[in-house]
């Protein structure tokens, strides 16, 4: 079974040595520029993208199977240029060249040249003159008069002679414009005499409250009615939209009834929205329990029992700048500042007691000394005498624990009894059923793998591994790798090339170069061609049999 290479193959300028091509008497399913042997016509064959043509090795220029001739055959005022094909499949194949207006196409005696003519039927002065001076003659003119000259003196001009029109007696039309009254609605007409005699008429519109008035045909009046809106109805609503408010300018009179966007009224939530509210009165009742009484003063009904002659008022101090006070996000009482014990100075006033196990007050802060000496017990600890602390590893007794895991810093060996590194006899060797000491198993003892007693640590169960990069120079081509391994079959390592040059093409990919495993700690990579100057590899070596 042939090896499948699902990628394309750059030989990168090097030979292909003792090729055979695909021998086989079915042609293959392939694309444009497939190649194989035709074991049936013992002929190599080429894909050009339609099908299989027989690839020749027959160098020779003596095809005479078709010869073809070419020549201009006459044809009237046109001109054929006929393709003569003689041989294996004669025949001939004409193109036509059509002669246009006022062209004549003539092929000469030898038929290999054609030549291409204009007639000259260009018009003189005198014949477009004709033409035009006869476009202007016994024609019906109105209030002119042309004429063509044709010959003597001025010839070739037209004379266009205006009539006399100072007498101003043309009555073929006459215009008027009068009004004409219909009913609420005036008519404007326009009267035509002469000609074309006729009328028509322009109808101007009485709109709402608005009376047009015929005063006579050349003067209408045009007065309005008066101010007839009125309210048609007023019914209870419970919408939820935005209903503008009306309002007018002033408290008597005709007035036009006016709205804006910013002033509106939600009814199915009894909200009034208006963009600024500016209060003239001293008193502004919200439910009965929030009053404006004065200009910096809010008055608050108190909670319910409250006697009702009783209130809060939130005011301010004269004050000498603008002033932001805000509220902490949190839920709670405000204190008064009678409610405060001592100056709030940030100072002992003496009254506030002092903390204790069992109680709240004031403490002062340790300094790094005392949270080292571990003595004071009317010191509070902060987080920077924590992380200064060195504390003591004078430690005698550590103590039993019965349950959870004791954690703490390391402990200096000068404290702990038994440590030299040995079994002292009483402590169990460790077993798939026992807790116990064990010792650690070397590596070669790992890489043999029948050792029971012994155990094995993440650095000698690690599978040995070994990355090293080369770097071309464009002269070698021969490259020794050092794995270290050790090995006691030099064929136990598995060496992978990968192209480790960012900016090159093949970057990230595998590349075959030739391996040679030389000796138990080195392999040897080989390139056909030296890598270019600084172009890197990555060679990975894994060791088999682990």
């Known amino acids: 079974m042939a090896i499948q290479f699902l990628h394309d193959i750059n030989l990168n300028d ?8 695909h021998v086989t008497g079915t042609a293959p399913t392939a694309a444009a520029g497939a190649i194989y042997y035709d074991s049936n016509a013992n002929v190599v064959k080429v894909h050009n993208g339609t099908s299989f043509q027989t690839l020749s090795t027959d160098t020779s220029d003596d095809n005479t199977q078709n010869v073809f001739t070419s020549s201009f055959v006459d044809s009237s005022s046109d001109a054929i240029l006929r393709l003569t094909k003689s041989g294996a499949s004669s025949g001939t194949q004409d193109i036509k060249f059509v002669a246009g207006s006022n062209i004549t196409l003539t092929p000469n005696a030898g038929e290999d040249e054609l030549l291409i003519s204009s007639a000259n039927d260009q018009l003189t002065t005198e014949q477009v003159q004709d033409i035009v001076g006869a476009m202007f003659s016994s024609n019906t003119e109105t209030r002119i008069s042309a004429s063509y000259v044709d010959g003597a003196e001025g010839a070739g001009k037209i004379n266009l002679v205006v009539d006399d029109m100072t007498a101003n007696d043309n009555t073929q039309n006459t215009t008027t414009l009068s009004f004409v009254d219909s009913s609420d609605d005036i008519i404007l007409r326009n009267t035509t005499g002469g000609a074309g005699s006729g009328t028509q008429d322009i109808t101007i519109n009485a709109g709402s409250n608005i009376t047009l008035t015929h005063t006579d045909a050349n003067n209408i009046t045009i007065a309005s009615a008066g101010n007839t809106d009125t309210l048609q109805s007023v019914a209870n609503s419970t919408s939820s939209a935005e209903n503008f408010v009306t309002f007018v300018a002033n408290a008597s009179g005709a007035q036009t009834a006016g709205s804006d966007s910013t002033f509106v009224y939600i009814p199915s939530t009894e909200t009034l929205k208006v963009k600024n509210l500016i209060v003239s009165g001293d008193t502004t009742t919200a439910s009965e329990t929030v009053k404006i009484v004065s200009n910096n003063t809010l008055e608050f009904e108190g909670a319910a029992g409250t006697d009702a002659d009783n209130e809060l008022k939130l005011t301010t101090a004269v004050l000498t700048g603008d002033h932001v006070v805000t509220l902490p996000n949190a839920t709670g009482t405000v204190a008064l500042t009678s409610d405060i014990t001592g100056t709030n100075s940030g100072t002992n006033t003496g009254d ?35 992380g200064a602390f060195t504390g003591t590893s004078n430690i005698s007794t550590v103590g039993t624990i019965s ?90 390592v598995n060496v992978q090339v990968v192209d480790s040059l960012s900016s090159s093409d093949t970057y990230g990919q595998t590349i075959y170069a030739s391996v040679d495993r030389t000796t138990k700690d080195r392999v040897v990579v080989s390139f056909g061609s030296p890598p270019a100057n600084n172009h890197t590899y990555k060679v990975h070596c894994i060791q088999m049999g682990v």
């Open 14 to 21: 090097n030979e292909l040595q003792n090729v055979k091509l």
């Open 352 to 386: 506030e007691p002092a903390a204790s196990t069992t109680v709240a007050g004031i403490i002062e802060l340790a300094t790094n000394t005392e949270a080292n000496a571990g003595s004071a017990t009317n010191r509070a600890v902060t987080p920077a005498n924590l």
């Open 403 to 492: 349950n959870g895991t004791w954690e703490g810093t390391a402990i200096s060996t000068d404290y702990i009894a038994n440590t030299s590194g040995t079994n002292t006899g009483d402590e169990p060797d460790a077993s798939t059923s026992t807790k116990g000491i064990i010792e650690i198993a070397t590596q070669a003892e790992v890489k043999t793998g029948t050792d029971t007693g012994r155990a094995v640590t993440p650095a000698t169960l690690r599978v040995p591994f070994k990355a090293v990069t080369i770097t071309g120079n464009g002269t070698l081509t021969d490259f020794n790798v050092d794995h270290s391994f050790d090995l006691a079959d030099l064929l136990d």
